[in-house]
Nanobody
Framework: QVQLVESGGGLVQAGGSLRLSCAAS????????RGWFRQTPGKEREFVAA????????YYADSVKGRFTISRDNAKNTVYLQMNSLNPEDTAVYYC???????????????WGQGTQVTVSS
């Protein structure tokens, strides 16, 4: 079992920045890959970013490339999502996920956090 807890969401104006955190506990060594996804009401959960254990491989959705950065601190069992140049289309609940292997496919991730709300006002 792996437990994931997201934090750092909130309300920000367009053009602003937020940093999300995802703290993991439990059998984290068995689920080294981490991902961020987001979901708005009535829409499917969509991939945002993912990172492997060492940080040597990262994936980003086209919609966030150049604005968002995923990183991790393995000593703290924490993954971060730095979000810059936010716009109202980034408004969503953001979820952290864990899996043995890095992937962009949301259906393949084994563990999920409860989510944190990000709201970007225009």
């Amino acid at each position: 079992q792996v437990q994931l807890v997201e934090s750092g969401g909130g309300l920000v104006q367009a053009g602003g920045s937020l940093r999300l955190s995802c703290a993991a506990s439990g059998r984290t060594f068995s689920m080294p890959a981490r991902g961020w996804f987001r979901q708005t009401p009535g829409k499917e959960r969509e991939f945002v970013a993912a990172i492997n254990w060492s940080g040597s491989t990262t994936y980003y959705a086209d919609s966030v490339k150049g604005r968002f950065t995923i990183s991790r601190d393995n000593a703290k069992n924490t993954v971060y999502l730095q979000m810059n140049s936010l716009n109202p289309e980034d408004t969503a609940v953001y979820y952290c996920a864990a899996d043995p292997q890095i992937t962009t496919k949301q259906g393949l991730w084994d563990y999920w956090g409860q989510g944190t709300q990000v709201t970007v006002s225009s």
